[in-house]
């Protein structure tokens, strides 16, 4: 046995300890801010219980089982990325969740590239090469899942979907991950673009800062944009600027305009803290969905809706 299959083994005992079997049951509700992915949808009486949305990442896919342990054809799909993990009660299947699930796939257009059982899929190595959502979010068991991997072409875009299914304690779990592929935005704004946008327009959108989901801590990689909003602040001492959250209108109203507020007070921190800027200097305002620069009615138009802005007194 490996290293890596003794480490599974321990992460595997480890997620069966009943404290954690009893946190996981005592979830009655899905985790705040998901939803369905659409057109695909859920099984019927599941719980979301682990949700993620990055408008730009790498998804690890098997398009075929393994052969001698090893991977015949792995991918690594970039782009917007979505990952649903779902938690079922007691009562169906492993394959008639699965089997839900690829249905709906190919209704929506996805064509087959891998659908396998955990021997056919490769055992526990196979898992280990795939995306999965930690515990107690998603429960993947080396010995006992099922495995598919689809991919549809549209308007010349590629969308790639994967579903691994597997139980745990008589609980059936399922995460979906749906990865449209796409090329990395430029979102890099420099001082000076700032500086202009402040001067002419009286704001500038930063596509540049980064939260996960639901989150209000700024990310590491944010920090090539804080850098420049530094550079701005540092070059023109006499300026101050409002540091202003924006969210698209997915979820409730109350809470966007919440997780808003706290965002922009989350970058106003990091200036303050890491990079010297003076907190007088730095007032901060959440709007929510009210100043919208694009159509909530497709992601395209919510994207540009998820944005700090900096704006002029």
């Known amino acids: 046995m490996t290293s890596t299959h003794r480490l599974f083994g321990i992460l595997l005992l480890l997620a069966l300890s009943p404290a954690a079997v009893t946190c996981a049951a005592a979830q009655t509700r899905d985790v705040a801010g998901a939803r369905d992915y659409p057109g695909i949808g859920r099984f019927g009486g599941s719980i979301i219980t682990g949700y993620q949305v990055k408008d730009f990442d790498a998804a690890r896919m098997q398009g075929a089982a393994f052969q001698d342990g090893q991977p015949t054809d792995a991918r690594r799909i970039e782009g917007r990325v979505t990952r649903i993990a779902y938690r079922t009660n007691p009562g169906p299947s492993i394959l008639e969740v699965s089997r839900n699930f690829e249905t709906q796939l190919a209704k929506a257009g996805f064509e087959t590239l891998l659908a396998c059982d955990t021997?056919?899929?490769g055992g526990i190595p196979?898992?280990?090469a795939i995306d999965v959502l930690p515990i107690p979010q998603m429960w993947a068991d080396g010995f006992n899942y099922r495995?598919?991997?689809?991919r549809k072409l549209d308007a010349g875009r590629e969308t790639y979907a994967s579903v691994v299914v597997s139980e745990n304690n008589g609980h059936v779990y399922a995460q979906l991950i749906v990865a449209v592929t796409a090329a990395i935005e430029n979102k890099m704004v420099d001082a000076a673009a700032m500086a202009k946008g402040l001067r002419e327009a009286g704001r500038i959108a930063l596509y540049g800062i980064y939260f996960d989901t639901d989150r209000a801590e700024v990310k590491p990689e944010s920090r090539p944009t804080l850098e420049q909003i530094a550079k701005l602040l540092t070059a023109q001492v006499g300026l101050s600027v409002f540091i202003v959250g924006h969210t698209d209108n997915q979820g409730p109203y109350a809470y966007n305009l919440d997780l808003s507020r706290r965002r922009a007070e989350a970058v106003a921190a990091e200036l303050v803290k890491n990079y010297g800027i003076g907190a007088p200097r730095l007032r901060t305002a959440g709007?929510?969905?009210?100043?919208p620069v694009?159509?909530?009615a497709d992601e395209a138009g919510r994207a540009l809706n998820r944005r700090v802005e900096l704006v002029a007194p």
Do not use: D, I, Q
Not at 147 to 150: D, E, N, S, T
Not at 287 to 291: D, H, Q
């Open 147 to 150: 495995y598919f991997a689809g």
């Open 126 to 128: 196979f898992v280990e």
């Open 119 to 121: 021997a056919a899929c």
């Open 294 to 296: 694009g159509s909530n």
């Open 287 to 291: 709007v929510g969905l009210l100043a």
